[in-house]
Structure formats: structure tokens, C-alpha cells
């Protein structure tokens, strides 16, 4: 079967670094995609990667190696407002988005 | 303000009454979907249309129904509802169905069936 994990529940601290990891096997694979979901509100779209390596957009980076089947989100200069779930979804040989049920990010002052 | 709106914000359903729920994007994106987002689980595709006047099975299809009619709308019926469809749903839109398009969501309708 296809499957995506994540840590259900992190805690970090305001200005500190954090990484999020997300682990799939899926049947193919066509790019990865990470979510920012705010309690209550629609997900977000964060990033993408479909090619190995680092991919950064500001504050936020996420990372694939695609022979591990292993990415990771690394969210520097944490602030209040970065708590949040974050969705690791991946996108298998037949472009249907496989979701990781995510990751609540708790950040403490 | 372009985007994906979705009707109703919420809604309390008694089991065994049929519900639209409604979804219109002005996006003039091709691709559409219906997720259900439960506690603990990841987003569970119900069904999808890559293009207008087509639709699909996802992966929890049973006991709802989808058409598309034009580009900007999607409705997701269900026929008659159960406590197990109690769930928050969400409409999401892509350029296209290709590898790189991401998902925009609607902000979802929260159900409840009693």
C-alpha cells in the first residue's frame, strides 16, 4: 500500500530552527509537495520538489532524496504565527496526491 | 478577490437527508477535487475532475456524487447521508493535473450528520 509519515506533534521555540520530516512509499513518484494548514483554515502550498537536493524560499526549505523516499521542511527563524500543521503530500505514477496525515508544529515563546 | 468559495461554511445534516455541497473556483483552473479531512488521517481524495464534463473516483468515492458542468463549479452531492460522512471537506483547484500544478483550497465546509 501507499504511505506517508510524519511526526504527529513537534515543539519548538520562537527564533529557533525546526525540521520536519516526511517519509513515503508510494507506487511511482511525480513530485512532492508541503502544506501549511493553520487550525481551522484551508492548507496552503509551501513548496515542491520533484529533483534531489535543497530547494529554499525564505525562511522555509524543504529537501527530497527520492532513493530514500525521505524529505524534510526545515523552518529557520521561527515566529508565533509558523504554528501550524504541515502536510507532506506526494504524487504517484498515476498524479493522484498522497497525503501524510501531518505534522502540528507547537511553538513556544 | 480570485479563489475557491465553498458553501456552506457549516452545516448539521440529519442522517438520511441529501446535501450539495457547492464549490466554485474563478480561477479558470482545469482541475478540480474533493478531499475529507479527519482527525488523524490525511486527506482522503472522494473525487476529482481533470477537465470540464469529466470526473473520477478518488479514494473514498462511496455514497457521494460529483458533475461538472462548466470549468468554475463542482458540486459534491451526498445522496443520503450517515453519521460516518461527518467530516470537514474540502474543494481544491489546480491549473492541471500535471506534476508540478499545486493545490488551491477552498476553506471547507464542516458537517455534521446526527
Known amino acids: 500500500g501507499q504511505n506517508i509519515d510524519q511526526p504527529t506533534e513537534m515543539t519548538a521555540t520562537e527564533g529557533a530552527i525546526v525540521q520536519i520530516n516526511c517519509t513515503y512509499q508510494t507506487s511511482g513518484f511525480n513530485g512532492l509537495f508541503w502544506y501549511q494548514q493553520h487550525a481551522g483554515e484551508a492548507p496552503t502550498f509551501l513548496s515542491y520538489n520533484v529533483l534531489d537536493g535543497l530547494e529554499e524560499k525564505g525562511r522555509f526549505s524543504s529537501f527530497l532524496s527520492r532513493s530514500k523516499g525521505y524529505s524534510y521542511l526545515l523552518l529557520k527563524e521561527l515566529q508565533m504565527k509558523d504554528s501550524a500543521s504541515y502536510l507532506c503530500a506526494v504524487r504517484d505514477s498515476n498524479y493522484q496526491l498522497i497525503w501524510g496525515a501531518g505534522t502540528k508544529l507547537i511553538i513556544k515563546p | 478577490i480570485a479563489g475557491i468559495t465553498q458553501a456552506p461554511t457549516s452545516q448539521i445534516l440529519a442522517a438520511g437527508r441529501r446535501m450539495t455541497l457547492r464549490c466554485t473556483q474563478d480561477m479558470r483552473h482545469n482541475a478540480m477535487y474533493w478531499y475529507r479531512q479527519d482527525l488523524g488521517l490525511g486527506l482522503r481524495l472522494i473525487h476529482y475532475s481533470n477537465t470540464a464534463g469529466t470526473t473520477g473516483k478518488g479514494e473514498v468515492p462511496d455514497g457521494y456524487s460529483v458533475s461538472r458542468a462548466n470549468t468554475d463549479d463542482f458540486p459534491l452531492t451526498l445522496a443520503s447521508a450517515v453519521p460516518s460522512q461527518t467530516s470537514v471537506y474540502f474543494c481544491?483547484?489546480?491549473?492541471?493535473?500535471?506534476?508540478?500544478?499545486?493545490?488551491?483550497f477552498g476553506n471547507g465546509t464542516r458537517l455534521t450528520v446526527t
Open positions: 481544491a483547484s489546480s491549473a492541471d493535473s500535471s506534476n508540478n500544478s499545486p493545490l488551491h
